[in-house]
């Protein structure tokens, strides 16, 4: 199984200020053919369902604000928000696609400061 | 606007089988461009998948949860279903259906992508 590592577990963010979360595999999830990472981000609050982010590493998903943005290759992938919105607060995932099981992260829980 | 929209027991006994069903509007589960799925998260915990279904009613279980799961569907009344048998009280969770787009496969041929549209989930837990 391809294990999906989240770090930090929790971080607090100021309003306005930057928010770096980090997602780690155990292998790498690039797909040779599209040399495309299959790896998406998600957003979940509480009560609600996640809602998908970012999906192929770095595509951001319709409706979602460009404060959102997702990097990395192979193994090392990051979600940032440039500028941290009060309804951003959330926990957020990580779920590699690349080979079954499709295993997610532990999440980040993403607070303000 | 597609919804989907999990319904079944809210309590289970040990030892006995955990049905849910997903009624999905707004689009046809015989598209064959999507697949259909279970993801659960235990109380306070993270996201689990359990399987896919296809419209032709193919198959596609977490290996660690195959021996105990089983899916169908009805296209006729847009609702695919999960059977889970023997639970304990580790399945206690939130179990949430989603949809995904046929895009990729994997080399065990398993249908894989990301999870664009979910239902809001409903809470089985596990109790005597």
């Known amino acids: 199984d391809i294990v999906m590592t989240q770090s930090p577990d929790s971080l607090a963010v100021s309003l306005g200020e930057r928010a770096t979360i980090n997602c780690k595999s155990s292998?790498?999830?690039?797909?040779?053919?599209?040399?495309?990472?299959?790896l998406a981000w998600y957003q979940q609050k509480p009560g609600q369902p996640p809602k998908v982010l970012i999906y192929w590493a770095s595509t951001r998903e319709s409706g979602v604000p460009d404060r959102f943005s997702g990097s990395g290759s192979g193994t090392e992938f990051t979600l940032t928000i440039s500028s941290l919105q009060a309804e951003d607060v959330a926990v957020y995932y990580c779920q590699q696609y690349y080979s079954t099981p499709s295993l997610f992260g532990q999440g980040t829980k993403l607070e303000i400061k | 606007q597609l919804q989907l929209q999990e319904s079944g027991p809210g309590l289970v006994k040990p030892s006995e089988t955990l049905s849910l069903t997903c009624t999905v509007s707004?689009?046809?589960?015989?598209?064959?461009?999507?697949?259909w799925g279970w993801i659960r998260q235990p109380p306070g915990k993270g996201l689990e998948w359990i399987g896919t279904i296809y419209y032709s009613g193919s198959t596609y279980y977490n290996p660690s949860l195959k021996s105990r799961v089983t899916f169908s569907l009805d296209t006729s009344r847009t609702q695919f279903s999960l059977e889970l048998s023997s639970v304990t009280a580790a399945d206690t969770a939130v179990y949430y259906c989603?949809?995904?787009?046929?895009?990729?496969?994997?080399?065990?041929?398993?249908?894989?992508?990301?999870?664009?549209?979910w239902g809001q989930g409903t809470l089985v837990t596990v109790s005597s």
């Open positions: 989603a949809r995904h787009t046929a895009g990729y496969y994997d080399s065990s041929g398993y249908p894989m992508y990301y999870f664009d549209y």
């Open positions: 707004g689009d046809s589960i015989s598209s064959s461009t999507y697949y």
């Open positions: 292998q790498s999830v690039l797909y040779s053919s599209n040399n495309k990472n299959c």
